[in-house]
């Protein structure tokens, strides 16, 4: 039995209630068996059975009272998965789905997302089952305060610095921010997506979603072809999805879809990026509320999806690009999608193909951007705002979006040089993977057993 075999074979034994984490371990570990035969000091050092087992899990307690004056409590948590490459880094997530097994799954990734970065930065994630979905804005301000009351003791600029995710925006980020200030009495870049008035970067509102059609555009063009005039499909309706939909505008091509927990936009003239924006930044709406601003668009409810289907991937498209969420796209979908001619699919969200579904996107040969690849814009202009911090500058938006698309590039020639040297060039999972973790596991050894 392979060593990654081994590995993997004994966490099912020991983490079989955390299906998702599983899932993400498997589709690291068995990708990597090339690099591990290369060099047995990976073996040597157990590096495998260290990298999949986080260095801290905290776990807490969060009560905070509701408009009606109800005592209400939630679980946090914050995973610092790996701290071989820099401070822990990643995002909070808030959805009433959020248990530790989902922020190991993100947690996870995120080591090998940022090792992909060439930046200094750890993997971590963090959240609560907490919904900020029909929450009052002081209901939101009472939960980040109670959350940061614990979280502070673990955090620091240079310690660990948590980010949003799903749930997770400016308006979170900001209370947790001065809340974080308030305990400490220290102003500091200890949380990152900050807004532009106290130490945020610009750009990186944009970035995640930017940096996902850069490195869709980088995988087009290694196969001689563009996005230039192409058709996309967009799943998602949040700050990935929406600044995805607008980098395809800028670079030629017509995202036609979007989608939200109720239903999806099909808007065959393209995506109205300033009525999405209205819609789900300011007022917070469902996508109804797009199909009543934008007559032309159609609307389909989620009660009129197959079962388990989103049916924006029934949609025809040149390119794909799911920016919602986990396991989003199945195999049914991504058959879909390779039957209506798809030849890209890059992943702005964490993990959203099924394990089925990539393999069938590898099988075919059409463009496959990972998302601990694809999404990797994110966090790496988080690393450029602690960057701007620490330094106390500021750069214009210009300097921090050519940063992101240099960086963006030397992810993908990274990930497809790697790919390469162990003869599967257009298998960026692989390239992916083996770069992520060659890295952090050659800095592991050389930190030695701590
Ligand atoms: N949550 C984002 C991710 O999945 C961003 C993390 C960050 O900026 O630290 O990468």
Redesign the pocket.
Known sequence: MSYAQHVMDDLKQKYASEPVFLQAVQEVLMTLQPALDKDPKYQQHKILERIVEPERIIGFRVEWVDDKGEIQVNRGFRVQYNSALGPY???LRFHPSVNLGILKFLGFE?IF?NSLTGLAIGGAKGGSDFDPKGKSDIEVMRFCQAFMNELYRHVGATIDVP???IGVGGREVGYLFGQYKKLTKSYEGVL??KNVLFGGSLARTEA?GYGNVYFAQHMMQGRGDSLEGKTCVVSGAGNVATYCCEKLYHIGAKPVTVSDSRGMIYDADGIKVDVLKQVKEVERASLTRYAELVPGAKYTPVSEYPAGRNVVWNVPCDAAFPCATQNELNLEDAKALLANGCKCVSEGA?MPSTLEAVHAFLESGICYGPSKAA?AG??AT?QLEMAQNASMQKWDFATVDNKLQGIMGNIYANAFETAKDFGQPNNLVLGANIAGFRKVADAMIAQGVC
């Open positions: 880094k990643g995002g995120q997302k980010a949003g995710d990152t997506g995640t964490n999404n994110g966090v988080s």
